[in-house]
């Protein structure tokens, strides 16, 4: 994201300047070490925003007041971790999803006081107020120093001649102290003053990006969601598209319903109500009408079987995966192979949903990929079942363009699961998908 | 105006549906009973089109048959269409055909309050008499309104304990008031006299506190309206 540098852009690849050259002009760097100067006033304000919280909320903790107090104060420690996260994102790019908003049980100002309290996040912001003190200020003073000495003497031999004490004198002090002076001619001082102001700044960076590093790790640690409330949230989602799926799911098999079978009997009503009008009548039209409404119950039937294996096909509750694909490949027009190297059977979940990503990604084969022959394979490998559907047709199956595969995939990824396309244009194209076996 | 003396009136229909199966078969049945189909068609967009274009000839339908659920977006574009249909060519009565009955439906489609508005259940077609007693009884600017709905409206209406003073008999022709049924049809269904049925819808009114109001339209106009406050 760092892309901001002040160096001027190289005009052709030749007259490229060294990354390491360009770090200290760099937009990084500079945002780095404006994080590490602002860190001394902001350590400083929360520590003793801390203290005071702390010593106040202990002190009153033997009167009742106590308790509220240090309520209060850890609410305010939150506010402030939030800003520090808003200023690791600004200056150091970190995003770190802050802990989940307090939930008392009940409204009211005594269940928000248990609330923050109990929670654990709470407690993580004060700390970080107490552990970022005495960090932030030995980073600062080093990386003040540091960076300051080195552009003095990195720009040394452009400023000596103009310090009226240095003017005129044949040789500088280079080093003095300790009994050992060392004396040296002026260009000679100046040589190694801008040799040693060099190193110092092409190392700035280095060392900023090291001393962040650990206010990094400290933002995250401390002010960011737990381990667990971060998987938590993530299963949140993984339930929504669950649950997005199955309405999905839901919605097509009524407009199935809908189009089909539920029309067709529709229609089917309506020739035999026309049928017993017309019965005594004219038994001829009657008996044609009859006949087409054989032939609709017919189709609805057949329909209704497609709909219900759709939706569940009985031979896989029945019989289990091999047997399932088999029969799904046998109704797929391109010819596939089928081969099911499994001892036991996983979950019914599981199976259930290896049983459609095939479904799906052979509709894919006959549909799009212009293969003439196909292969699914599917084999345990350790706590995973493995599915592979590979065909060898002209491949560009996306998995990225919102379709059909970006779907499957985040069907999968409810459960755990992972599906890898590999379908370089031309083709072949392998699609693997990994679920956990959970048998 | 009687359900059976009216079959004999031809009446001039445009079918919407978007099944090709259930359109053919609503043609047979109808150009059958001597009724025209003037169109069929498939889409919502499409019925609109076609009825301005036949009113702008001077040859407007009679009435519309119209599915609720049609392409593009199979939601309600039916009965959009219809409650346009209604807005812009008041002289044509409109019937829809559903899948499922929806009270809000129903709502929707009488709040203009005009004349010659159905709402039925698909599989009402079966009964072919009835259905075709519907459409003409539509056509000539009464209603239809399905007894799902009916049943709907009454279960859900907040005028129980008014309702609950009604013999059984009192709210069996309150029903068939609503779906929109003429006396006589009542006193057929219900093997009874038009003069018991008389009797009981003026005893209906009475004990619901409306007006009495000839006219069988505006009848159940006043009962749903009543049902539904």
Redesign the interface.
């Known amino acids: 994201m760092d892309t901001a540098y002040c160096a001027p852009p190289p005009q052709a690849p030749g007259h490229r300047v060294p990354a390491g050259l360009r770090a200290p002009f760099s937009g990084r760097t500079w945002r780095e070490f404006l994080h590490l100067c602002l860190s001394l006033p902001v350590a400083c304000l929360m520590f003793a925003y801390a203290v005071a919280v702390v010593s106040t909320g202990a002190g009153l903790l033997i009167t009742f007041l106590g308790i509220p107090v240090l309520a209060a104060g850890l609410a305010g420690a939150r506010g402030l971790g939030a800003l520090e996260r808003a200023r690791a994102r600004a200056l150091l790019g970190l995003e770190v999803a802050g802990p989940r908003p307090l939930r008392p049980a009940r409204p009211g100002p005594m269940a928000w006081t248990v609330a923050l309290l109990r929670s654990g996040a709470s407690w993580r912001h004060l700390l970080y107020a107490f552990v970022h003190f005495p960090w932030a200020l030995g980073a600062f003073v080093l990386a003040v120093t540091w960076w300051a000495v080195g552009w003095a003497l990195l720009s040394f031999p452009l400023w000596y001649r103009l310090v009226p004490g240095y003017a005129g004198l044949p040789r500088l002090q280079l080093w003095g102290g300790g009994g050992t002076v060392v004396y040296v001619s002026p260009g000679v001082a100046a040589g190694i003053s801008g040799a040693v102001g060099l190193l110092l700044v092409l190392a700035g960076p280095w060392l900023f990006r090291g001393l962040t590093q650990v206010d990094r790790l400290l933002v995250r640690g401390l002010l960011g969601a737990s381990p667990l409330a971060a998987r938590v949230s993530e299963l949140e989602s993984d339930r929504g598209v669950l649950a997005d799926t199955a309405a999905a799911d839901l919605r097509r098999i009524e407009?199935q319903l809908?189009?089909g079978a539920?029309?067709?009997l529709?229609?089917l009503?309506?020739?035999?109500?026309?049928a017993?009008?017309k019965l005594a009548e004219d038994p001829d039209a009657a008996a044609r009408l009859v006949d087409a409404a054989h032939g609709?119950v017919k189709t609805a039937l057949q329909e209704l079987r497609d709909l219900a294996r759709g939706i569940h096909p009985a031979i896989l509750t029945d019989r289990g995966l091999g047997p399932a694909l088999s029969a799904l490949a046998a109704r797929c027009p391109v010819p596939v192979a089928v081969q099911v190297d499994l001892a036991e059977r996983p979950a019914a979940a599981i199976e259930g949903i290896a049983y459609f990503t095939v479904s799906e990604l052979l509709r894919n084969v006959a549909g799009h990929s212009g293969a003439r022959r196909a292969a699914v394979d599917v084999w345990r490998s350790g706590g995973q079942l493995m599915v592979l559907v590979a065909d060898d047709g002209h491949g560009g199956a996306d998995p990225g363009e919102g379709g059909g595969l970006a779907g499957l995939a985040a069907r999968l990824g409810s459960v755990d699961g992972v599906l890898v396309v590999d379908s370089p244009p031309g083709g072949p194209t392998a699609v693997t998908a990994e679920l956990p076996w959970r048998g | 105006m009687g359900g059976i003396d009216v079959v004999d009136d031809r009446v001039r229909v445009v079918i919407a549906e978007d099944?090709v199966?259930?359109r053919?078969?609503?043609t047979?049945?109808l150009t059958?009973r001597g009724h025209e189909v003037v169109a069929g068609v498939g889409d919502g967009e499409a019925l609109v089109r076609t009825v301005a274009a036949l009113a702008a000839a001077g040859t407007a339908p009679d009435v519309v048959v119209a599915d609720v659920?049609m392409p593009p977006t199979?939601t309600d574009e039916g009965l959009r269409a219809a409650i346009r249909l209604r807005r812009d060519h008041p002289e044509v009565a409109v019937l829809v055909l559903s899948?499922y009955v929806e009270e809000q439906y129903a709502t929707e489609l009488l709040a203009d309050a005009g004349r010659g508005v159905g709402y039925l259940l698909?599989?009402r077609?079966?009964?072919?008499?009835e259905?075709v007693d519907a459409v003409v009884r539509v056509a000539r600017g009464g209603t239809a309104l399905d007894p799902e709905v009916v049943a709907q409206l009454l279960g859900r209406s907040r005028k129980q304990d008014v309702l609950a003073h009604l013999t059984p008999r009192e709210r069996e022709v309150l029903g068939l008031m609503a779906e929109g049924r003429t006396n006589s049809a009542i006193a057929r269904q219900l093997v009874v006299s038009d003069g018991a049925v008389e009797k009981h819808i003026s005893n209906i009114f009475l004990k619901l506190g409306l007006a009495p109001s000839d006219g069988d339209h505006r009848r159940v106009l006043a009962v749903l309206a009543y049902l539904n406050s």
């Open positions: 407009r809908h189009d539920q029309a067709r529709a229609a009503a309506l020739d035999l109500g026309l017993k009008e609709e | 099944s199966l259930l053919e078969g609503l047979r049945l059958d659920r199979h899948q698909k599989d077609v079966a009964e072919v008499r259905f």
